[in-house]
């Protein structure tokens, strides 16, 4: 199945159990009760700022929305980068947010970890470590259907080897 484009892709709020929306402007740590959170993208390097995820042990089945604004004015190089606590069974990497009407959607695994169910980024793709972490390898579906597997995170389609294709 060919990646969705963003214009193809909308955003069930209801899978979000809490509406109420968090404004975030500045660093923070997410309590595991913020759910909806509109991020202010600010204009320049110097004032980017990172949203940390709530632990994974206390947000279990939880679903958080993050997306971006941009703060009014000239943009330059500012940025929002979405991160998790690296306290759960596999770590995320770091994403960012740095135009307006961008968004990720992450869940909660059973306590366990937190996954990009979707997002307005581009390559969408699944961190995997083995048990010992010196290795990290990371699967995702190309733009013509094909299964990847890459040592690094991918930054286009066509990064890393074929491991699997559309039958």
Same mark, same amino acid.
């Given at each position: 199945?060919?990646?969705?484009?963003?214009?193809? &892709?909308? +955003?069930?709020?209801?899978?979000?159990?809490?509406?109420?929306?968090?404004?975030?402007?500045?660093?923070?740590?997410?309590?595991?009760?913020?759910?909806?959170?509109?991020?202010? +993208?600010?204009?320049?390097?110097?004032?980017?700022?990172?949203?940390?995820?709530?632990?994974?042990?206390?947000?279990?089945?939880?679903? %958080?929305? %993050?997306?971006? %604004?941009?703060?009014?004015?000239?943009?330059?190089?500012?940025? +929002?980068?979405?991160?998790?606590?690296?306290?759960?069974?596999?770590?995320?990497?770091?994403?960012?947010?740095?135009?307006?009407?961008?968004?990720?959607?992450?869940?909660?695994?059973?306590?366990?970890?937190? &996954?990009?169910?979707?997002?307005?980024?581009? %390559?969408?793709?699944?961190?995997?470590?083995?048990?010992?972490?010196?290795?990290?390898?990371?699967?995702?579906?190309?733009?013509?259907?094909?299964?990847?597997?890459?040592?690094?995170?991918?930054?286009?389609?066509?990064?890393?080897?074929?491991?699997?294709?559309?039958?």
């Amino acid at each position: 199945m060919p990646m969705q484009t963003t214009q193809d &892709r909308h +955003v069930d709020f209801d899978l979000v159990r809490d509406s109420a929306e968090t404004v975030v402007t500045a660093a923070t740590t997410l309590s595991p009760n913020q759910q909806v959170i509109k991020a202010t +993208v600010p204009l320049a390097s110097a004032n980017s700022y990172a949203i940390t995820l709530p632990p994974v042990g206390q947000t279990k089945g939880a679903r %958080v929305f %993050v997306y971006a %604004v941009r703060a009014s004015g000239s943009y330059v190089d500012g940025a +929002v980068t979405v991160q998790c606590q690296d306290d759960g069974f596999s770590a995320l990497d770091s994403l960012q947010l740095t135009t307006a009407k961008q968004w990720i959607l992450f869940e909660n695994v059973g306590g366990k970890l937190w &996954r990009v169910v979707d997002s307005s980024l581009g %390559v969408e793709y699944l961190k995997m470590r083995e048990f010992d972490e010196s290795a990290t390898h990371y699967l995702y579906v190309d733009n013509t259907g094909d299964l990847r597997i890459h040592t690094a995170a991918p930054s286009a389609h066509d990064d890393g080897a074929i491991v699997g294709g559309q039958s």
